[in-house]
């Protein structure tokens, strides 16, 4: 059983569309991350979420932690194929401070 | 600034025989290591962690072991590679609290054949 579920696990979508990816867990974390992985490269790191509650905006991507830091979203407003890529969450959950628990990841594909 | 280092980038190997894979961390000191695997476009399944030399910590029972000779230095081994084996496999670090992140080496495309 996965503790940290995405969802969808695959979305493809037309450039200039929204989007939401969804990460779920019934553990509670003290942080959530977000990461974006290429073909053949390691992941990385988009933003970290500590507070039940907080809204963080990176230009058109918009990262939320839930109200019982439970769960996290990630919304792209008018994606470009540049946002193409594995978006991976990855949790610490409370009691638990050296390692990262990773979410199944979300494979976006924007078409031209 | 810090870099990570990870080699090689690809690697094909005959069932049976043996692994070392390195990953070196440049411009910190007492970082925390950690080694990845991941099937294809699929989420990490941490293998091995250290918070110091010679301090290795298992996550999953397998044909696989980690050391750490050296402060920024991580070694993941196997004395005889199984199928199974095949993946990407990733080196991580991160300085301390795990909430700053991880950084992440551009991995090691392992085929076992």
């Known amino acids: 059983t996965q503790l940290l579920e995405q969802s969808p696990q695959f979305l493809s979508i037309q450039e200039g569309e929204n989007l939401t990816v969804y990460c779920n867990s019934s553990?509670?974390?003290?942080?959530l991350q977000w990461y974006r992985q290429e073909p053949g490269e390691g992941p990385v790191l988009l933003v970290t979420?500590?507070?039940?509650?907080e809204v963080k905006k990176l230009k058109r991507l918009t990262f939320q932690f839930g109200d019982a830091r439970k769960d996290s979203s990630l919304h792209i407003t008018a994606a470009q194929p540049g946002d193409t890529g594995l978006y991976l969450c990855?949790?610490?959950?409370?009691?638990?401070?050296?390692?990262?628990?990773f979410g199944s990841g979300t494979q976006l594909t924007v078409l031209p | 600034s810090q870099t990570i280092h990870q080699w090689p980038a690809t690697l094909v190997q005959p069932v049976g025989s043996p692994l070392s894979l390195e990953c070196t961390v440049e411009?910190?000191?007492?970082?925390?290591l950690y080694w990845y695997r991941q099937a294809a476009g699929r989420g990490l399944q941490l293998l091995f962690y250290?918070?110091?030399?010679?301090?290795i910590s298992s996550e999953v029972p397998q044909n696989l072991s980690a050391s750490r000779p050296q402060d920024r230095q991580f070694i993941l081994s196997s004395k005889k590679l199984l199928l199974s084996d095949s993946g990407f496999y990733l080196c991580?670090?991160?300085?301390?609290?795990?909430?700053?992140?991880?950084?992440f080496g551009s991995g090691t495309r392992l085929t076992v054949v």
């Open positions: 991580a670090w991160n300085a301390g609290t795990v909430n700053y992140g991880y950084t």
């Open positions: 553990s509670v974390f003290s942080s």
């Open positions: 979420v500590v507070t039940g509650g």
């Open positions: 990855a949790g610490v959950l409370s009691g638990s401070a050296r390692q990262l628990t």
């Open positions: 411009g910190t000191s007492n970082p925390n």
């Open positions: 250290s918070v110091g030399i010679g301090q």
